[in-house]
């Protein structure tokens, strides 16, 4: 059974240009998340899906990131624009439903300079 | 607000030698709790996790970990540690009834030939 697939894994862009970042869940995992890893800390939820729906986006700065899940399965993370203190890294995770185990993709390095 | 407690940072061993890392929570009920691994560019993997019953939880690659009520602790056990377990290891708490994970900041282990 293939994981969570995120791409890109690595990307470098200048501050206040836009960046997308896109997962590919579980096959059949109803509940996607987002989170964010800064360097030497944990990952800290950004926005989590069920199916198409945002349940929970408390903890995404609306002024510069958005997300989308359309038709329920693949998400798409956007910051426009970025800022230094953007640097991160950008995890994606499925589960089956909201309390089932989460299983993370391998991430997406952003390099903003 | 619930949080979660790794105090040590990074840890090295000596491969053979048996490991233990620390977490606390501070909850006033007994949550869920998860043990990650992460390995470099990698994403999470969940090790092992506690919902009830034993207290004394069995994971993969030959982990384990205890609740202890009494000191709010769920710490993560090896007898034996092997070069491939360096990596960074996060504790995850959830509330009970909730739906979202809330991880510590990390323990890097580092083993020695």
């Known amino acids: 059974e293939a994981g969570v697939v995120q791409s890109p894994r690595y990307k470098i862009i200048e501050k206040k240009q836009p960046v997308a970042f896109w997962c590919n869940p579980i096959?059949?995992?109803?509940?996607l998340y987002w989170y964010l890893q800064n360097l030497g800390q944990g990952p800290e939820l950004l926005i989590r899906?069920?199916?198409?729906?945002?349940?929970?986006d408390s903890q995404l700065p609306k002024d510069r990131f958005s997300a989308e899940r359309l038709k329920g399965v693949d998400s798409t993370l956007k910051i426009q624009p970025a800022e230094l203190g953007d640097s991160a890294v950008y995890l994606c995770?499925?589960?089956?439903?909201?309390?089932?185990?989460?299983?993370f993709g391998p991430g997406t390095r952003l390099l903003v300079l | 607000a619930q949080s979660v407690t790794q105090p040590d940072i990074h840890i090295t061993v000596s491969e053979g030698a048996s490991l233990e890392l620390r977490c606390n929570y501070s909850y006033g009920a007994t949550p869920y709790l998860f043990w990650y691994v992460q390995s470099p560019g990698q994403g999470l993997q969940l090790l092992l996790k506690?919902?009830?019953?034993?207290?004394l939880v069995q994971g993969i690659k030959g982990f384990e970990a205890e609740f202890k009520r009494s000191q709010s602790s769920f710490n993560l056990r090896k007898p034996s540690v092997h070069w491939s377990d360096a990596a960074e290891y996060f504790c995850?708490?959830?509330?009970?009834?909730?739906?979202?994970?809330?991880f510590g900041t990390g323990t890097r282990l580092t083993v020695i030939p």
């Open positions: 995850a708490v959830r509330k009970t009834g909730a739906n979202n994970l809330f």
């Open positions: 096959s059949g995992h109803n509940t």
């Open positions: 995770a499925s589960s089956l439903g909201t309390r089932e185990t989460q299983y």
């Open positions: 899906y069920e199916n198409e729906e945002a349940v929970d």
């Open positions: 506690y919902f009830s019953g034993d207290t």
